[in-house]
Every structure is written in structure tokens, then in C-alpha cells.
């Protein structure tokens, strides 16, 4: 499954086969999760001409540190006007998007959120900083309220939600909150020689990908087993 955050080498529209309806992206800092969810976003896109995807995020960050491309994209292809940037700046702008979301008569293909934590390490509606009790309770009504509006969705038309988080260690901070609304989460670590390795958490079936954001491009270096 780790494929569909690069390249596909058809395009005979792989990215049509919907694995997992909740996917999370979990890495350090610096390691390529933008890039990977572009991608991923790019797949879908381009699989189908009917495909939309809705990417959220900040936008002054994307704006200073862009998602970097694979070798080989037209950055002035068509398939990026199927590619919605919403910018958002707080978690009550996801929860306002995802309670509207059967609401839309066009649903998008896939829903990407980057940094997702980071939504719930900001300044709250009252401009305090929220405690680690108010940002879990925070995050948890959020993961519900959007699994509740994919799974919906997928009642009409396939949709898929792909979320990521920064995390210092080896698993998600918050990996107790993620496991219950989400079912797949990859995580991302550093090789050692200025490369990562992106894998399922807690399966040794699936295959690996050893991949490198090295001159500002993603190249995937090889899918290992893992």
C-alpha cells in the first residue's frame, strides 16, 4: 500500500482501487509527508478526469516549504486544477468543513489534511494555549466527526481521507486516539544515510518504501518487503 504515495508507473488508473477509507501519515519533522500526500493527491487525480481531491492545510507553511514533486510531473498539467487547496487555519474550520460534507453534491475522491496535528497545538477560539486535556478532547471530536463523514460519503460514491502528524519518536503521540478512528497509519523513519522508510505500523506483511526528497525532488529509491 506504501505505492500509492508515489508515482504510479501505469496509468490505468490504479488510484481508483480504494484500500482503506481513513489513512494516517506519521513521520518527524522534515521527512517528506507534504510531499508524500501531494503525490497521493496527484495519484487520485489522475486516475480518473471525474477525481477531485480536497487538500487542506496552512497556507503560509505550504507557501514557504512547498510539497516537492517527482521527477517527470508537469507542474503546469491540467490534474492540478483537480486538486482543491482549502486553507484552513484552526480544528473548527475542519469541523465546519466535515459537518457540511453531505451537504456537497459533488463529493470529492479523497480528502488529504496535512499536519493535522498541529491544529490542536494552537491558540484555542479564546486565544489561550489548550492543555494536553482540551487538545485530546479536541482531536477526538474532530477524528470522530470526520470518520463519521467519510464513512457516509462512502455510502454514495468512494472517498478517502488521508491525514498526517509530526511525532519525535517512534509511533504517534497520540497513537490511543488515532488507533480508534483511523485504521491504517503508516510511520516514517530516518535510514541513516539521508533516506526513509515508510511503512504500515504494525504489519510485517506489507511491503516498504525506501524513498528520499534529495534535490528538492521525492524519488523513490525501492520497495523493500517488509
Keep these: ?64 516549504n512547498p510539497p516537492y514533486l517527482s521527477q517527470g510531473i508537469d507542474p503546469s498539467s491540467d490534474v492540478f486544477n483537480r486538486i482543491q487547496m482549502k486553507y484552513v487555519d484552526g480544528d473548527e474550520g475542519i469541523r465546519k468543513y466535515f459537518a457540511a460534507f453531505h451537504l456537497h453534491i459533488d463529493l ?63 509511533s504517534p503521540r497520540s497513537l490511543f486516539i488515532y488507533k480508534r478512528w483511523i485504521p491504517t497509519i503508516f510511520t516514517i523513519k530516518g535510514d541513516g544515510d539521508g533516506s526513509f522508510l515508510l511503512r504500515s505500523n504494525g504489519s510485517s506483511s506489507e511491503k516498504s518504501a525506501k524513498y528520499s526528497i534529495a534535490l528538492q525532488y521525492l524519488i523513490l529509491e525501492e520497495i523493500v518487503d517488509g
Design 1 to 64: 500500500m506504501t505505492e500509492r504515495f508515489f508515482p504510479s508507473k501505469s496509468s490505468s488508473g490504479g488510484g481508483n482501487r480504494r484500500r482503506e477509507n481513513l489513512t494516517l501519515l506519521s513521520g518527524p519533522i522534515s521527512s517528506g509527508k507534504t510531499s508524500l500526500l501531494f503525490q497521493f493527491a496527484l495519484n487520485v487525480a489522475t486516475a480518473s478526469e471525474s477525481n477531485r481531491v480536497v487538500f487542506i492545510c496552512h497556507r503560509k507553511r505550504i507557501e514557504s
Design 108 to 170: 470529492p475522491s479523497a480528502v488529504v489534511i496535512d499536519d493535522f496535528d498541529d491544529y490542536f497545538t494552537q491558540l484555542n477560539s479564546k486565544g489561550t494555549l489548550m492543555n494536553s486535556r482540551a487538545r485530546d478532547m479536541a482531536m477526538v471530536r474532530t477524528l470522530a466527526l470526520c470518520h463519521n463523514a467519510i464513512l457516509d460519503a462512502n455510502k454514495k460514491a468512494a472517498c478517502e481521507l488521508v491525514l498526517s502528524e509530526s511525532n519525535p519518536g517512534d
